[in-house]
């Protein structure tokens, strides 16, 4: 009886051991299933990261360009309605220049005089101020940017052709770093 018990014994210990094995093998697959199931969430999770950081990526790409437009149109508009304002004086500078390049040699000491040239050397200063400068002509050979001929004069002198000889009205050009714009072309008389 005791062989029987103990084959009995050892059966049930083969069963128990059977059981316990079954049960680790299911927890086992079930284990490996959860690791497949985990791995596979942390892919998809993954992609959405990738994408998200790739999208990301292009709207602060496309925000920045958009800022960068926003400033360059800001400065282009204040730019723009500088020299339209300083465009509608510029006549009134030129008025102040030519009454000065008039008064004779006996006026030239006149407190009148002295205020009118104070008051154009200011404008001018003011102008420079805001990166608007006259455009240099006398003795230059004309540059169609810069100058518009209104006038030739002949000239014997072969050196002299082509240069120009007066300004009937000054030029004003706005230059600041790369920008440069002619606000109104020099009208000059040009020797031929």
């Known amino acids: ?5 103990k084959k009995e014994k050892d059966e049930l210990q083969e069963k128990l051991e059977a059981a316990q094995q079954h049960q680790d093998d299911k927890k086992y697959r079930e284990l490996e299933e959860r690791i497949f199931v985990l791995e596979k ?19 602060k790409t496309d925000f920045d360009r958009y800022q960068r437009q926003i400033k360059e149109s800001t400065q282009d508009m204040e730019i723009d309605s500088l020299l339209s304002v300083v465009k509608k004086f510029l006549p009134f500078i030129e008025d102040l220049r030519k009454s000065l390049e008039n008064i004779t040699d006996e006026h030239m000491e006149d407190p ?23 455009i240099e002509s006398i003795w230059l050979v004309p540059d169609s940017f810069l100058h518009e ?44």
């Open 1 to 5: 009886m005791k062989k029987e018990e």
């Open 41 to 59: 969430e942390k892919k998809e999770l993954e992609e959405i990261a990738k994408r998200s950081q790739y999208e990301y990526i292009n709207l």
């Open 112 to 134: 009148l005089t002295k205020w009118v040239q104070m008051v154009y050397n200011k404008f001018l200063k003011t102008l420079e101020h805001l990166h608007i400068k006259s």
């Open 149 to 192: 001929p209104v006038s030739v004069q002949p000239v014997e002198d072969e050196q002299l052709k082509g240069k120009i000889i007066k300004e009937f009205e000054r030029g004003f050009v706005y230059h600041k770093g790369d920008d440069t714009r002619v606000i109104i072309p020099s009208k000059v008389i040009v020797w031929q």
